[in-house]
């Protein structure tokens, strides 16, 4: 994916457009992460993403692993979500998860967790989630072990992941 360039002209810093792209958000910018190894889920994939599952959406509990900028969970909660968990590892990605969501204004509807998304959902109990959404980073198979998990344990009515395209 080509992102443009930072804005400060920083030689070799990337940083992509994040976008809320509809709901009560829709317009407004988040701020991207700032580690280039962390890529947030383009406008596109989201947007395509919340099309599928909007239906479910309306007053839904929903689950943004591996969050990053928290674009995915925030996304839902503007299009009307009930409230949206985090789970983030990343100090630094959490902190700006926190960020983002006070830009928007979510108040308490926007929960923050630093764990590790697998064992996050190693505790979770079948449909404690209507809505998941997976970003994990390409190539680890943490996608895979995620997926396995749901099929032992669906702990989220609808789950999509994110993935390198084949």
Do not use: C, Q
């Given at each position: 994916m080509e992102w443009p360039l930072d804005p400060s002209g920083a030689p070799g810093r990337f940083s992509p457009s994040v976008r809320i792209v509809a709901g009560r958000w829709r317009g407004r910018r988040i701020e991207p992460p700032s580690d280039e190894r962390t890529r947030p889920t383009g406008d596109r994939?989201?947007?395509?993403?919340?099309?599928?599952?909007?239906?479910?959406?309306?007053?839904?509990?929903?689950?943004?692993?591996?969050?990053?900028?928290?674009?995915?969970?925030?996304?839902?909660?503007?299009?009307?979500?009930?409230?949206a968990d985090f789970v983030e590892l990343s100090p630094k990605n959490l902190e700006l998860i926190r960020k983002n969501a006070d830009t928007l204004g979510t108040g308490g509807a926007a929960v923050?967790?630093?764990?590790?998304?697998?064992?996050?959902?190693?505790?979770?109990?079948?449909?404690?989630?209507?809505?998941?959404?997976?970003d994990?980073?390409?190539?680890?198979?943490?996608?895979?072990?995620?997926?396995?998990?749901?099929?032992?344990?669906?702990?989220?009515?609808?789950?999509?992941?994110?993935?390198?395209?084949?």
């Open positions: 994939v989201r947007e395509a993403w919340m099309s599928i599952v909007n239906p479910s959406l309306a007053g839904a509990r929903v689950l943004d692993l591996f969050s990053g900028s928290g674009a995915l969970g925030l996304e839902a909660l503007s299009r009307g979500a009930e409230v923050i967790h630093r764990a590790d998304a697998l064992a996050f959902v190693e505790k979770l109990t079948p449909h404690a989630y209507d809505v998941a959404f997976a994990p980073p390409y190539d680890l198979g943490l996608g895979v072990k995620l997926a396995e998990r749901w099929l032992d344990v669906p702990f989220a009515d609808i789950l999509g992941i994110e993935h390198r395209s084949s």
